[in-house]
Nanobody, 120 residues
């Protein structure tokens, strides 16, 4: 069994910052690509940021220059540092990871989601 557990969401004022974390546990041989997605009410889930196993990153245009994705391979953890938050960043944020398990098959896993609300 593999689990991704997110933390760090909450309520923040516009212009504020939050740091999301997502840690993988269980039968993990290696975590390949990891990413953060978000889904606002009435909207489709969208990619926010993505990081490869080698550390290459890409971002949605709406968050470039404000959000930073990083990872700690030793801890099976991916982070999302969110600065200069705007009300339109309000959404449930989901962690996603491509995980190679000990049976040498790769599967995509999702976290349970963490709510981020940007409001004054």
């Amino acid at each position: 069994q593999v689990q991704l557990v997110e933390s760090g969401g909450g309520l923040v004022q516009p212009g504020g910052s939050l740091r999301l974390s997502c840690r993988g546990s269980g039968s993990i041989f290696r975590i390949n690509a990891m990413g953060w997605y978000r889904q606002a009410p009435g909207k489709q889930r969208e990619l926010v940021a993505h990081i490869t196993s080698g550390g290459s990153t890409n971002y949605a245009d709406s968050v470039k220059g404000r959000f930073t994705i990083s990872r700690d391979n030793a801890e099976n953890t991916v982070y999302l540092q969110m600065n200069s938050l705007k009300p339109e960043d309000t959404a449930v944020y989901y962690c996603n990871a491509a995980i190679l398990t000990f049976n040498k098959y790769e599967y995509a896993y999702w976290g349970q989601g963490t709510q981020v609300t940007v409001s004054s």
